[in-house]
Structure formats: structure tokens, C-alpha cells
């Protein structure tokens, strides 16, 4: 039995890193970094970003994927993932803090006009606008599970009137959760400041799409931290020119890195940020040496995703 590091992503942590994280808590246990690093018939479990083209057919042991992060739907989408094996991700209070950061920072920065102020200041224009009161602002955090409870506790102790919405009902103090597809457009409609960080499933692809985007408050701010499929792209393109939303920040995309033609790059009611809203995954790590242990022990996983759910 052997656990691999498949990582392949430069600007972030390396596979030698994470093994020297990962060896001491799996004394004697065989830590591959990369699929040539040694026997790969021994993988029982593989610790990745991401599951490449051609991997798994190299796995014929493989048993359980463990997502280094939360979204799990690239490793939902492989085909050629039998269907026992199985997948958890992490589920850690630093990535979880760091998009619910993320989101109130940018929030926080529409109340106070900072985009208007920053053209303002670079054209030498002394310019007063009122910000807005935070008391008097609605925001909705889409998505209730472990980041947006987190965003939504977040955003009510900053004083925004919170309102919260997910597949299942949710009761959270300071927050008023709705649930299901028919809360969403009324929600939207009440809703200055939208916050989704929903996961990529079959039933939130191309949710936003012209006709929940034109439910959206004129001059709101649209901020997505959770996938890029979630919104077409056309449709926001075509709805930030209406007005609905008045601006959009978004972190994820449908193709990252995201394309250098993209409408995105120069639409001036577009923020973008290259996926960098969650970003430290220290707290989490020991859940893949425990995972490894626990697939091992035969014991149940650490925030094992339902695979037919997709989340
Ligand atoms: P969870 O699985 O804990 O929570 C997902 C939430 O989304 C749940 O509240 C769930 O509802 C809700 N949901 C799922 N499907 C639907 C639906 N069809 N309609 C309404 N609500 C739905 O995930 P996390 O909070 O840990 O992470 C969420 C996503 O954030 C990840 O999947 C990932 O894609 C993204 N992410 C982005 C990062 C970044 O850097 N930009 C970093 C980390 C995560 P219910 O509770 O009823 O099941």
C-alpha cells in the first residue's frame, strides 16, 4: 500500500513539500510524489489538485482520491473513476476563512465605493460619494455548507442584513436561510450584495443565466467564489450592460487560468481575481494522513463526498 502527491501546480504548494508534512505522521508508509516515483501498482490512495488526463488508468489499485482542497467536481467528471472508489476532500478552517474573507472584503469595499474612488484619485478628482449604510444593505451568501455558514456568520456580524440560501433548509443565528430552487429568484430580488459559494454540480451549472440574472437588484454586486460554471458567461456580460448586476467579482472561471481573449478581462464592471480567494490548506493537512489511516483501518473517511450528490 502506497499514498501518491499529484499536485502539478507551481505557484502553489510542491508534492516534496506536502510529503515532508505527510511522513511523519505515516511512519513507514510509501510516499510517492508524481507517477514516476516509484511502483505504482502499490497506490491504495491518491492526494491531488486535480485527477489528469490518463492518471487513473495508471492506478489499477487505487481506492480512495482525496481532494487537496474543497471542489471535488473535475474528480466527479472522470469517467474512468470506478465507481467504488472513493473521494473526500478537506474540509479545513483556514480555506473556509480565507473565502469568507475574500468575499467580505470586496463587500466591504462596494459599500465604501472604493472601485469609484480609485478611478477618482488616478484621474486627480476630488470627488465626496455618500457610502452605503451597512445596516440598510441586504446580502445573500448562496451556498450554506462549511465556507458559507463561515461567510454568512461573517457578513452578519459586520452588520449586513444576512440572508442565506441552500438545497436543504438551515437554521443559523443572525441569518435568514431559505432553501430551494423557488426561494432563489424572490432572494435575489431582495439582495444588494449576492455571495455564491456553491459547489460545480449538475444542478448549479448555468444557474445564472439570463433569466435569474435580470431577478437580480439594479446595481448589485455579484461575487463568485465558488465555481465558474455556476454563471454563464454571456449572460453576465449581457446583464452587467442592464445593470443587473452593477458590478461582478469573480475569483473562479470556466477555464482557469482564464483565456486572454476572455470579455471578462476588459469589461469595466468586472473585477477578477486568478482562484486565489481560499488558499492555505496547513489546517487540513493532517486529515490526509488521517485519511490514509483510516482507509487503511477500514474506519469511515474524513469528509468523504456523495458521489452521486457530487458534493
Ligand atoms: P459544502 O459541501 O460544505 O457546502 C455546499 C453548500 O452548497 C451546501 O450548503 C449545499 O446545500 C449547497 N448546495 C449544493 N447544491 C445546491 C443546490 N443545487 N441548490 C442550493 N444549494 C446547494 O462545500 P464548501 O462550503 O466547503 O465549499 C463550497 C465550494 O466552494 C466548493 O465546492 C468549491 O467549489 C468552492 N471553493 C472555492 C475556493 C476558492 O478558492 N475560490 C476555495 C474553497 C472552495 P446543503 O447544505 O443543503 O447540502
Redesign the pocket.
Known sequence: MALLIDIRQPSWMQENTLRDVLSPMLPGVPILCGLEDGDLSLVTMAAVSRLHPGMVERLPNLQLVQKL?????TIMRERELAPHVRVARI?SEM??HE?AEYCLTYALGFQRNMLTHDAAMRAGRWEKIAPRKTRETTAAI???????QRAARMFASAGFRTLG????Q?TIEGVECR?G?EALGPLLGDADIVAS?????P??RDLFDADLLAQMKLGALLIN???GDLIVDDALIAALDMGRPGHAVL??FRTEPLPEDHAFWRHPKVTITP?????HLDDGLPDVAENYRRLTDGRPLLNEVDRERG?
Not at 448562496?142 to 458559507?148: A, D, K, N, P, Q
Not at 440560501?165 to 436543504?168: D, E, F, H, Y
Not at 482562484?275 to 488558499?279: A, D, E, F, I, M
Request: overall charge neutral; hydrophobic content about 40%.
Open positions: 482542497g474543497a471542489g471535488v467536481e474540509s480555506p473556509a473565502v448562496l451556498g450554506l455548507g462549511h465556507i458559507g440560501w441552500s438545497r436543504t438551515k432553501a430552487g459559494i456553491l459547489p460545480a454540480t444542478e448549479t467564489a465558488g465555481r475569483d473562479v482562484h486565489v480567494s481560499g488558499w458534493y
